[in-house]
């Protein structure tokens, strides 16, 4: 078993739609990130938490350290919102990622 | 941008052959962790350097191997190179401080090579 799994593995919405993503995880962890890669593979960060909840523009991200469990929202989708989302878990030392999930999100 | 550059971008090697994948940090930052990436799978935890030495390392054989230079650029080696060896490779730096211990540091990713082997 992964130490992190996402859910869904695939999401299909429609232009404004509410889109949230799953992330748990089985490992002691210092930080939850959730990151963002476009095709060609570059990854980009979006957040890095501990505790609560952080929000950027139409994402939040929230983490409930007790039921070790993070969501990925994102307001208003926009088909630029297509993308991998990865969350990923750190330790002292590395991240242990999860397998990602496919947006795509259609105008 | 991240500031975090990789070279090459694409690479095609042969089964056997041994590659060199490159990566520059952000300026400032002393850490840099590589990451294997295969196809419709999130990236696997290579190996990290800290301050030119290794501060960690994932189930990867010893046929993976990687430098940190003084200016904390850092190179991946990998030697007999094999069919599922063919990935994205990404580079990620970040900096600890003192304390070597990265858990809340936040990582910058470099755009990845992606490595085929045939």
């Known amino acids: 078993k992964n130490e992190v799994e996402q859910s869904p593995q695939n999401l299909t919405a429609q232009e404004g739609e509410f889109i949230t993503i799953n992330c748990s995880y089985s490992v002691g962890i210092s930080a939850l990130h959730w990151l963002q890669q476009h095709p060609g593979g570059g990854i980009v960060s979006l957040f890095m938490l501990s505790s609560g909840k952080k929000k950027h523009g139409r994402l939040i991200a929230t983490i409930n350290i007790q039921e070790k469990h993070s969501s990925l929202h994102i307001t208003a989708s926009h088909p630029r919102d297509s993308a991998v989302y990865i969350c990923?878990?750190?330790?002292?030392?590395?991240?242990?990622f999860g397998a990602g999930t496919t947006v795509t999100v259609r105008a | 941008e991240t500031g975090v550059t990789q070279s090459p971008t694409h690479l095609i090697k042969t089964r056997g052959q041994q590659v060199t994948l490159r990566c520059s940090s952000q300026?400032?930052?002393?850490?840099v962790s590589w990451y294997q990436q295969a196809l419709g799978q999130g990236p696997q935890f290579i190996f990290q350097y800290y301050r030119e030495e290794e501060n960690g390392r994932g189930n990867f054989p010893p046929r993976f191997s990687g430098l940190q230079f003084p200016n904390y650029s850092s190179e991946l080696n990998v030697n007999a190179l094999e069919l599922d060896d063919s990935a994205l490779y990404l580079c990620?730096?970040?900096?600890?401080?003192?304390?070597?211990?990265?858990?809340?540091?936040?990582?910058?990713f470099g755009p990845g090579t992606r490595l085929t082997v045939t």
């Open positions: 990620a730096s970040q900096n600890f401080g003192n304390s070597g211990r990265a858990g809340r540091y936040e990582q910058y």
């Open positions: 300026s400032g930052h002393n850490t």
């Open positions: 990923a878990a750190s330790n002292d030392y590395k991240l242990s």
